[in-house]
């Protein structure tokens, strides 16, 4: 009963190109999501959201786009850069403690 | 620094003992959150504090697990009879807005 999902545990990219992490959820009540990413020894640090009264938010190179009918969000990154290589977390925030259903990670390799 | 820090980086224990975990969050920060990351998986919610109470303990795996917070500040985990199965990385998070948690570097924790 995993509500929050990241299908691809691992992405392999070339550096200049474009990284697309996806993410499904179940619960239709969820309304807002967020992207963290974790390097090794380290806790994940905030990199990106978005609440589900928009469909996109861009920060930079981080672009997130959420289709509600779908149910599916994906995180862009472009152009792709080696410090990028790390473990992605797709969140939602599940009521209003704050609390945050994790999918499995995604682990981003991107290639010099 | 001023981020979350987390005591110890790592905790070795024989299986039956038990073992307390501690989390010094951002100051100011209000909430805070313990969630665990077993090997290969996602981060999965363990307990939210918003101050000294606790108004959310549903990730709690068992009654082996209690958490406490004083002076809503320093939280303490407290796994007691520790099993193999509670290997993971505990990580603690804290907030003063509730959609943007920052999380400590975790508690590496192996149960022999």
């Known amino acids: 009963d995993q509500q929050v999902k990241q299908n691809s545990p691992s992405l392999s990219v070339q550096e200049g190109r474009i990284s697309i992490l996806n993410c499904d959820y179940t619960?239709?009540?969820?309304?807002?999501f967020l992207w963290y990413k974790k390097y090794p020894a380290e806790g994940p640090t905030f990199l990106i959201s978005?609440?589900?009264?928009?469909d996109k938010n861009e920060d930079g190179r981080f672009t997130v786009f959420l289709n509600k009918s779908a149910k599916h969000l994906s995180l862009h990154i472009v152009p792709s850069q080696p410090g990028d290589s790390a473990v992605y977390f797709c969140?939602?925030?599940?009521?209003?403690?704050?609390?945050?259903?994790f999918g499995q990670g995604t682990t981003l390799q991107v290639k010099p | 620094g001023a981020g979350v820090s987390q005591s110890p980086s790592n905790k070795v224990t024989e299986k039956g003992k038990d073992v307390e975990l501690r989390c010094d969050p951002i100051?100011?920060?209000?909430?805070l959150y313990w969630y665990r990351q077993s090997l290969g998986q996602g981060l999965e919610f363990l307990i939210y504090?918003?101050?000294?109470?606790?108004?959310?303990k549903s990730g709690l795996p068992s009654d082996r697990f209690s958490a406490e917070r004083t002076g809503g500040s320093v939280s303490t985990l407290t796994i007691q009879r520790t099993q193999q199965e509670d290997s993971a990385v505990y990580l603690c998070?804290?907030?003063?807005?509730?959609?943007?948690?920052?999380f400590g570097p975790g508690t590496r924790l192996t149960v022999l």
């Open positions: 504090f918003q101050g000294n109470s606790a108004p959310d």
């Open positions: 619960n239709s009540m969820f309304d807002y």
């Open positions: 998070a804290s907030s003063r807005e509730v959609n943007e948690q920052f």
């Open positions: 100051s100011g920060h209000t909430a």
């Open positions: 969140a939602s925030l599940a009521g209003n403690t704050g609390k945050l259903i």
């Open positions: 978005i609440s589900s009264i928009k």
